[in-house]
């Protein structure tokens, strides 16, 4: 996680994040033990373009689709190269790694286009390239081809691993809601987790709240949950359903867990949790992810049940 937490119900202990450089390091429990989790800027950053004023940060490894899908799910798309300055600054701030960016062919008629819509008339090719070496090569990649071709591009086999260069144009939103929470039986809506107050900038103190829509006195505990990702829990993709594991119907968990943060709910299924983002410059742009996840007893029984609600992206502001 990236901020200290507090107000934890049931005793839960403030969490602390220390920044080292360019890396910041939390320690949390996973469930399976105590580890030490890293946060790596070049990995969590968003950075904006002085050439264009749009906003750009990396996929993890995936394949060409899945670089794509992940863009979507940030609310971009692969990267539009179109120009040479924005070209250099790309590498210059990305590079020296095979990334991929937002052109293809997998119409295999030679004509490439950028997944964005944009005009395909930039280009940046290493020499003798594209070679279609092999009828597979329908991607497009910046090259890493020490003492060849540093930054230009080649086309690849999607299903090959790289790094995706996504870009943005609108400004990543503060705070972004994931996903749909489940219903239940007595509610009056979806089990919601939302923000209420404060902007998640460095030195300030944001307020969430969630609400399970319900009046149920014998609710027995509240959890908000912590990740870093939003793509895979484990080696499961997410959202993975949890009604196969006993929650309720249309019951998801959007986001990996890294630690929790045990919550008081009152008798109509609300609890509220405040968040003090540490004064670190080195935050700004980093993301991490909230969930809401209630254990409650059935009012008219002795069954307990497993709720869980939407998962809230969080950007840290300057």
């Known amino acids: 996680m990236v901020a200290d937490t507090f107000r934890g119900a049931l005793g839960s202990q403030p969490r602390q994040l220390h920044v080292i450089g360019d890396r910041a390091a939390v320690v949390a429990d996973d469930g399976q033990g105590t580890h030490l989790f890293m946060l790596d800027r070049t990995e969590l950053d968003w950075r904006r373009s002085p050439t264009n004023g749009n906003y750009y940060r990396l996929t993890d490894p995936l394949t060409w689709f899945d670089a794509k899908h992940q863009a979507r799910n940030w609310g971009g798309h692969l990267v539009a190269v179109g120009d040479q300055a924005e070209s250099d600054w790309l590498w210059a701030t990305f590079g020296p790694l095979d990334l991929w960016i937002g052109l293809e062919d997998h119409d295999r008629n030679g004509v490439f286009e950028w997944v964005s819509g944009e005009p395909f008339q930039f280009t940046n090719w290493c020499p003798g390239e594209p070679n279609h070496a092999s009828p597979n090569e329908t991607a497009v990649h910046m090259a890493n081809y020490p003492g060849f071709c540093l930054g230009g591009w080649n086309d690849q086999d999607p299903l090959d691993q790289y790094r995706g260069i996504v870009e943005r144009t609108a400004a990543p939103d503060a705070v972004e809601s994931l996903g749909i929470g489940c219903s239940i039986a007595y509610a009056n809506g979806l089990c919601t987790l ?12 944001t307020e969430f709240e969630l609400d399970l829509n319900a009046w149920l006195p014998s609710i027995s505990d509240g959890i908000i949950v912590l990740g870093l990702d939003c793509q895979a829990y484990g ?3 997410l959202p993975l359903s949890l009604e196969p594991f006993g929650w309720g119907e ?3 968990l959007y986001i990996d867990i890294v630690d929790a943060i045990p919550i008081a709910l009152d008798a109509w299924g609300r609890g509220g949790f405040d968040m003090a983002i540490p004064a670190f410059q080195a935050l700004v742009g980093n993301q991490f992810f909230l969930q809401g996840l209630v254990l409650w007893a059935d009012p008219y029984s002795s069954i307990s049940h497993r709720t869980s609600s939407n998962a809230l992206r969080v950007t840290i502001q300057p």
């Open 194 to 205: 939302v923000h209420v107050s404060g902007r998640p900038a460095l030195g300030h103190q």
């Open 235 to 237: 080696t499961l993709p």
């Open 250 to 252: 249309n019951c998801r």
